[in-house]
């Protein structure tokens, strides 16, 4: 009677390195890289290279950073377990989850907002970070610049947080949102008016499809429509960081903890950044442009003005603005 015979266990491991072999291959060979890890093959590579300039994310016996890199944005590209990715990578769960932190460690101004991202917490903790969502969620306030890249991000707040009470935070703590003198960056009225924080005219005219077919007929609706024009960098860069990593897309309940969902989120920030630079990625631009076209904008929560010195000064500033831009936009009709 003939008896089964096992493949030496050497044969196993060569047999794997050979798909990895091939996965990684594939990725850097073919157009399938933007579909897989959310990025061209050029930026992939380019990404591997400063990670391993760095010296945080290193190639060890076993294991290159391009595959810890790849492995890495497959998980926060597609919001996928440990497990998951082990068994296309045919690696142990044990070794997915340190090559995953390790990536992690890797290291007008323009718009500010917040935007809410679903966090995994104790029941005890749920009401405090359940705010505007029916599931619990954190608010991370971010700025960026009109070229889509963020300057600024504060992660870790609950969801019940208002952003003006997340924005104080910013500006007072010690790695404090740093605003150059004479500048500002633009919020919506959910913010607090300063000198270096303008937030449209409330009770106006505002949001870009309420002007469709329909002139500003005055000062304030004329610079409502251009702070939401220029305003809307902000949720595009939003938009499109979250069509990249469906990890802080917040369709299901992440895998991971609250302290390390702050850690990803930073993560995601920075290579968003890096691919608006290499690899801005036009059609996912366009795509996230379309949605917001069509979709009516959310409520904002407005808050009390409290009127102080900073208030008037950035009153003072808005006022004087829409009277310039209304006497210039009267000649040029």
């Known amino acids: 009677m003939a ?3 096992d493949k030496p266990i ?18 850097r060979e073919t157009n399938r ?22 010296g945080h994310v290193k190639d ?8 810890q890199v790849a492995r890495f944005l497959y998980i926060i590209g597609h919001n996928v377990k440990n497990r998951t990715i082990s068994f296309f990578f045919h690696r142990s769960g044990e070794t997915i989850s340190r090559n995953f932190h390790a990536v992690l460690r890797a290291d007008c101004i323009g718009a500010i907002d917040g935007t809410h991202v679903r966090v995994k917490v104790p029941i005890a903790n749920q009401p405090r970070f359940r705010g505007r969502k029916e599931w619990s969620t954190q608010n991370v306030l971010a700025a960026c610049g009109f070229d889509m890249r963020f300057t600024y991000a504060l992660t870790g707040w ?4 208002s952003d003006s009470k997340v924005l104080k935070s910013a500006l007072s703590r010690d790695d404090r949102l740093k605003i150059p003198r004479g500048k500002f960056y633009l919020g919506n009225a959910g913010f607090m008016l300063k000198h270096a924080l303008i937030t449209p005219y409330r009770g106006v005219r505002y949001h870009l499809k309420e002007f469709a077919g329909r002139e500003p007929e005055n000062a304030y609706e ?29 369709g299901t309940e992440p895998y991971y903890d609250v302290e390390v969902m702050v850690d990803i989120i930073l993560a995601c920030i920075i290579l968003h950044n890096f691919l608006m630079g290499v690899d801005p990625d036009q059609h996912l631009i366009s795509q996230v442009d379309r949605e917001l076209q069509n979709n009516n904008p959310e409520a904002t929560n407005e808050e009390r003005e409290e009127v102080n010195e900073d208030y008037r000064r950035g009153a ?3 006022d004087n603005m829409a009277a310039q831009m209304w006497a210039d936009y009267q000649i040029e009709r």
Do not use: Y
């Open 158 to 161: 609950e969801g019940t947080a």
């Open 3 to 5: 008896k089964k015979v």
């Open 222 to 250: 004329l610079f409502n429509l251009r702070h939401s024009s220029l305003r809307n960098v902000i949720e595009r860069s939003f938009g499109v960081l979250k069509k990249r990593f469906a990890i802080i897309a917040g």
């Open 316 to 318: 003072a500033l808005r």
């Open 60 to 67: 060890t016996i076993h294991v290159t950073v391009e595959e």
């Open 33 to 54: 890289c933007r579909d897989i890890l959310r990025m061209g093959s050029h930026a992939f590579l380019e990404l591997c290279a400063k990670l391993r300039a760095t």
């Open 10 to 27: 050497r044969d196993h491991i060569i047999g794997r390195e050979e798909i990895r072999t091939t996965l990684l291959r594939q990725l």
